[in-house]
């Protein structure tokens, strides 16, 4: 069984025990005190020396006062809970294609410009302490913009975006990989066609592999690293580079969740380019692939305004997240108003503390 809350020091837990020893303290006292009062030579006397009674009243700020031990006593336990808090470690990767396709105009004015001005507008609306870096691919992928919380430099790497021939998608993949994890020692020049090649381990050395040098690695569940995402626009053609499968493989088993947004549209139109041609499609079914891959998700942005409405939708799903955090410090805080609201209330009707 799953329990919402856990402790680091169950053992506090047993000081719990103490609460119905203070309930049974005040009862006595209470007892004690109508014992004091029948001593009276007058039941006269003793109406007049006790009044009209504060009633109900007399109990509020004891019983406030036992709920503010309650509550130190559990904080003193240090209890865990899973919350859904703004993630203060998020990094995103754009990876975006810059490959000739994205000259088509079936997004107006083209793919790239329209993928473009959503990205920036995506970037205004990201909160400020998530960091974002970007790479760019065509026939090769690269880090144009390595990750940075400055929004002008990013929006300045967007600008400078120029069109290439040929289309790898799974090196793009990689290379978002390398950044996040740096310490992995991804090599460029691994990132081949093949479907056993490791772009994080040395030439020549199969997945199943271990390098000598590091810890042999250990998949975890796709789509379990909450600090980090992938955002992959592209019209999902690849030509070459590493195998688009494989690369969203190494992604789903580091646990980083690539969203892919496809640009274009199905149909397609014909381009031209430096005296060739070519039908250009979204190819939908790969990009829906690697984000089923990665536990993640694709959207279709076949319109410049699609495209935004994309990237807001984004930005809501990837700075918040649970998280397992320790909340003594709620409960503390819990306590002490508690024993605020005692004392006040004591002070108010009878003119002691408590």
């Keep these: 069984m799953n329990w919402p809350v856990t402790f680091l020091w169950p053992q506090f837990l047993w000081l719990l025990a103490t609460l119905p020893l203070l309930v049974l303290l005040y009862l006595w ?15 006269s006397i003793v109406r007049e020396a006790m009044g009209s009674g504060p009633g109900w009243r007399r109990h509020i700020p004891p019983v406030l006062l036992l709920l503010a031990i309650a509550a130190m006593l559990l904080a003193s336990a240090r209890p865990m809970a899973t919350i859904v808090l703004p993630s203060q470690q ?17 997004v107006e004015p083209n793919r790239l410009v329209a993928a473009q001005n959503a990205a920036k507008a995506f970037l205004a609306e990201l909160p400020r302490h998530v960091r ?19 929004r002008e430099d990013l929006v300045a790497a967007i600008d400078k975006f120029q069109l290439q021939r ?25 990132m081949g066609q093949g479907r056993h090649n490791d772009p994080f381990a040395p030439q020549g050395r199969s997945l199943d592999q271990p390098r000598e040098d590091r810890k042999p690695f250990e998949p975890v569940a796709p789509g379990s690293y909450t600090s980090a995402s992938i955002i992959l626009l592209t019209d999902g053609q690849r030509t070459t580079g590493v195998d688009t ?8 088993d580091r646990g980083v969740r690539v969203y892919t947004v496809g640009v274009g549209t199905v149909d397609g ?12 499609r979204l190819d939908e079914d790969t990009l829906k692939s690697v984000a089923r891959a ?3 998700e694709y959207f279709y942005a076949g319109t410049a305004e699609n495209l935004k409405k994309v990237y807001e939708s984004l930005s809501t799903r990837l700075t918040v997240e649970k998280k397992e955090t320790e909340i ?22 009878f003119n002691r503390l408590i």
């Design 245 to 252: 499968e494989e690369a969203a493989r190494l992604a789903a």
């Design 166 to 190: 040929a289309t790898a998608i799974g090196s793009a993949i990689v290379v978002a990989l390398g950044e996040l994890f740096p310490g992995e020692g991804i090599d460029l020049a691994n």
């Design 294 to 296: 990665t536990q993640a």
């Design 132 to 150: 974002v870096g970007i790479v760019a691919f065509a026939g090769s992928a690269q880090v144009v913009q390595p990750i940075t919380l400055s």
């Design 90 to 106: 998020q990094t995103i990767i754009l990876a975006m294609d810059v490959s000739g396709s994205m000259r088509a105009t079936d």
């Design 269 to 280: 139109e014909v381009i031209g380019f430096e005296g060739w041609s070519m039908r250009v």
């Design 29 to 43: 006292l209470l007892r004690r005190r109508r014992h004091t009062a029948v001593r009276f030579a007058s039941l």
């Design 328 to 349: 003594s410090g709620l409960l503390a805080l819990a306590a002490a108003v508690l024993s605020l609201l005692a004392a006040g209330f004591s002070l108010l009707w």
